[in-house]
Structure formats: structure tokens, C-alpha cells
């Protein structure tokens, strides 16, 4: 079974933080973490420089995701190791861009994506101004992605409770699930009484909660108790470690500055880097076979 599908299906809340690279994928299995989640809003800072408005392709997304799968004990094409959800925008078009999306993230042994029903070009989902595609058109994509043979889990985001409301967003999430999605990720409802209207409605489907700074004081929402009462199972952290890591990229970068050195500045120690990049596995390996061929 698919790793991330069989957490969906169990009884647990699942954190899944964000990575962004070979050395923070390997941070979150250090610490424990069953789960990670890779953030179109930080692939687009990171490989473009540019805001979550539309500018991202999945083919950005996939080639970022290669680089870390293997560093979270999986392997291209393989769903081993500690499955990554990765976030698919709006599947970049029509449905046949979206099912090659899918088949993409597949290849370079992605768990799991989910896919939102905005228009493309899209907008972060805490902006105002977004606009959905028609529900037919959306569930036609989720369909399409469950039908590809794929074994992705399909997670069916809806930006609709912040645009026509609570209601639309249970109608389009009981679509979706009967499209063939895995599960549902109603962006926005983060409240106890919102989310315990769609479980309610949705009994027995696994909720996905986005906790993101975007939306304010991550510390401020319901306890992770709470939430999995009301079904959630997976609560994504997409921005937590960038953030941290910008932050204190720029307390080094000052003090280089003021000081002429970062001493001081809260930091990994070289050996520790080393060890997350896998420097002596690979000089062992290169000492093994060295000593093979020294005539």
C-alpha cells in the first residue's frame, strides 16, 4: 500500500512539515516525522523568486521533489522511505496537463499531490481575489488523476470557503471524493465548528488541515487533539522550516556583516552538515574500492 495512503486511513494526526531540499528531507526523518509535504508557494520562492501567483510549473515542483525523495529513503519511481505529499497547484491546465502532472510526480517517487479547483493563473490560497473553476471541470481533473494508474493518493483541495462559502465547499468536496479522491483539503476551514461540519458530511473521509504561517499565529489554531476528533489525519506545515531557515540565514548574514564572522549565530556545525550529505558514506565507498584497484 502506498505509505501515505495507509496514514490517511489510520486513527493518528500525522504532522507533515515542510521540506525543500536533500539536507531538510533528511532533517524531518532525523526528527521523526512519518510525513512531509513540499510547498508550491516555497518552490516558487526558491526556484523562481517569485510569489505563489501562478508562476510555477509542476515540472519545477517534480524536478525539486527528485532531489529529495532519496534523501527521505525512497527512490524514484518507488513508494518507500517517508512519503512525500507535494503540492500540485491547479494540475498546470487542462486535464491531460494535469494527468501528465500526476505521472510526473509519480516518476520521481512523490506519494501523494493534491490539486486545487482556483483557475490557472492561481493565487495563494490566504490572497483574496481568487476565482474557481466550474465543479464539473474540477472533478473532471480529479477523475482523470485517480483513473491514471499512478498509485499517487489524490488530495482534492477546494479554495471555495473563502469565496462562495462553507456549503459550495462540502457540495465540491463530496464531488471530488466521488471523482476518486483520497481525500479532502478545504482550505481555510480551520476552525473546530467548520471542520466538524465537513466530517459530518463526509464521514469516514480523512481531512487535510493546511497550518501555515500565511495565515497568522500557527500556535493560535485548534489543538491537534481536536482536529483529529474531527477526521483531519495529515496537517501540513508547508512554510515552517523556509521561514526558519531564511531567518537565520539573515541573523549570519548580519553578523558577517557587523562582525566579520557569524560566531554567535545559532548554526549546524560542519560535521553535522556532512552527515545529513552522506560525506563519510561516501568516502568509505571510495576507500573500498580504491584499495580494490591499487595494483
Not at 136 to 145: C, D, F, S, T, Y
Not at 239 to 251: D, I, T
Not at 262 to 270: D, F, H, K
Request: with cysteine; hydrophobic share 50%; aromatic share 4%.
Amino acid at each position: 500500500m502506498n505509505p501515505l495512503a495507509a496514514l490517511l486511513r489510520g486513527s493518528d494526526l500525522v504532522d507533515a512539515p515542510g521540506v525543500y531540499d536533500a539536507p531538510t528531507a533528511a532533517l524531518a526523518v532525523a526528527a521523526g516525522h512519518r510525513a512531509v509535504h513540499l510547498s508550491g508557494a516555497v518552490c516558487s520562492a526558491l526556484a523562481l523568486g517569485l510569489p505563489d501567483l501562478g508562476y510555477l510549473h509542476g515540472t519545477h515542483v517534480a524536478e525539486r521533489a527528485a532531489g529529495l525523495v532519496p534523501a527521505l529513503g525512497g527512490m524514484p519511481g518507488a513508494a518507500a522511505g517517508v512519503p512525500l505529499l507535494a503540492d500540485a497547484d491547479t494540475g498546470y491546465g487542462n486535464v491531460p496537463h494535469t494527468v501528465w502532472t500526476a505521472r510526473r510526480y509519480a516518476a520521481v517517487g512523490v506519494s501523494g499531490l493534491h490539486l486545487e479547483d482556483q483557475v490557472q493563473p492561481k493565487r495563494c490560497g490566504h490572497l483574496p481575489g481568487k476565482t474557481l473553476i466550474d465543479l464539473p471541470m474540477a472533478a473532471a481533473k480529479i477523475r482523470a488523476v485517480a483513473e491514471a494508474g499512478t498509485g499517487l493518493v489524490v488530495v482534492a483541495r477546494t479554495d471555495a470557503y473563502t469565496v462562495t462559502g462553507l456549503a459550495d465547499a462540502i457540495d465540491r468536496a463530496r464531488a471530488y471524493v466521488a471523482a476518486g479522491a483520497d481525500a479532502v483539503f478545504v482550505e481555510g476551514a480551520d476552525t473546530l465548528d467548520a471542520l466538524a461540519e465537513v466530517h459530518a458530511a463526509l464521514p469516514g473521509v480523512p481531512l487535510v488541515v493546511n497550518r501555515s504561517e500565511a495565515g497568522g499565529d500557527t500556535a493560535a489554531t485548534p489543538s491537534r487533539e481536536d482536529l483529529a476528533a474531527t477526521g483531519v489525519r495529515l496537517l501540513l506545515h508547508p512554510v515552517a522550516g523556509v521561514l526558519a531557515a531564511l531567518h537565520a540565514a539573515a541573523q549570519a548574514y548580519a553578523a558577517i556583516g557587523r562582525q566579520g564572522h557569524a560566531a554567535g549565530v545559532p548554526r549546524l556545525t560542519w560535521p553535522q552538515f556532512t552527515a545529513l550529505v552522506g560525506q563519510d558514506d561516501a568516502l568509505a565507498l571510495d576507500a573500498r574500492y580504491a584499495q580494490e584497484t591499487t595494483p
